[in-house]
């Protein structure tokens, strides 16, 4: 099976922006806030559909009914593509919130997932801030106090976003993108969130937006402590840099740098690789492809062989099932 295009599903919300467009090359309109595309997702009502070759038209819940084999491998197969995958152009502050692990997900809804994610930074501002976690010794006590005192602020791990930074969120960890940040997200394919605060914003209807405190509260790993970006595991092969930035059960996450070519082994399950900079070329046997920044691509396992032949420097990031 060739590789797989697809449509990107794009989201307006208040916080978005215009980036998605002009910086990632996704189909905005004239509007202001474009804050999400979706580039891979199976996920209830929200289907990508392939957008060239010869599953042109399909959703990805059909693909993965009719060929669960060719895409995952048969030890890896599944019901439902696991991975749903985001660019993010978060132009204002994004709420206070945290996931529910698979566990605390089904009891909500038996058909969703738990959310566990990770980003990588495609650009910020001088003064963009990243929220990451709890600082030390915020028990559930300790934070419970801060939410009925209005300052739940004080208990959040902050730092500045970085372009090329990657930031592990596992389930239950209280996160919040800060203004003036574009990003890519890998995550499980779920869309439960659990809003702890708005920053004492109002929504379009000049009402505050709902918060869910006690499911939130359920979900909270206090354990988790302050989340750092993540330090990057490098290793070099056939000429090009490979960090290994996620490895845990639910995705792995690599980013590869390469100014010549240099193939993505195939054949033990899915890759999907996102273009985070630069342009080249994709081959497949004789199917040639060009890949562009903000490109997302996903090659089954099936494929036989990927290679990447890169115009100028060409930095991707790899998401797999581990
Ligand atoms: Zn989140």
Request: charged share 25%.
């Amino acid at each position: 099976m060739d590789p797989l295009r697809f449509h990107p599903i794009i989201k307006q919300i208040r916080w978005g922006g215009r980036q998605l467009g002009t910086r990632l090359g996704k189909p905005i309109g004239p509007d202001a806030n474009y804050a999400e595309s979706w580039e891979i997702c199976d996920h209830g009502v929200d289907q990508s559909v392939v957008a060239t070759g010869p599953w042109k038209g399909w959703n990805l819940e059909d693909l993965v009914k009719q060929k669960a084999d060719d895409l995952f491998g048969p030890a890896k197969s599944r019901k439902q593509f696991p991975l749903l995958i985001k660019f993010l152009d978060c132009q204002d502050r994004l709420s206070v919130q945290v996931h529910p692990n698979d566990e605390q997900a089904r009891q909500a809804d038996p058909t969703e997932n738990g959310k566990s994610e990770a980003w990588v930074i495609l650009d910020a501002q001088a003064d963009s801030r990243i929220y990451a976690g709890l600082k030390a010794g915020i028990d559930r006590t300790k934070f419970e106090e801060s939410i009925a005192e209005n300052r739940i602020k004080d208990c959040l791990h902050e730092f500045p976003a970085r372009r090329g930074d990657t930031v592990y969120i596992p389930a239950g960890t209280v996160h919040a993108i800060g203004e003036g940040i574009l990003l890519t997200e890998v995550q499980q394919s779920s869309d439960l969130t659990y809003r702890l605060y708005d920053w004492g914003r109002l929504g379009a209807d000049g009402q505050p937006r709902e918060l869910h405190i006690a499911q939130a509260l359920e979900c909270i790993d206090f354990e988790r402590g302050p989340v750092e970006p993540v330090i990057p595991t490098e290793t070099q092969a056939d000429g090009h840099l490979i960090e290994s930035l996620v490895e845990c059960q639910y995705f792995t996450m690599r980013r590869r740098t390469s100014t010549k070519s240099f193939e993505i082994p195939t054949g033990d399950g899915f890759r999907v690789v996102i273009v985070l900079e630069g342009c080249g070329t994709l081959t497949c046997n004789d199917n040639r492809d060009s890949l562009k920044t903000g490109d997302t691509v996903l090659i089954p396992s099936s494929c036989p062989q990927a290679r990447f032949d890169a115009d100028e420097q060409l930095v991707l990031l790899e998401a797999a099932l581990p």
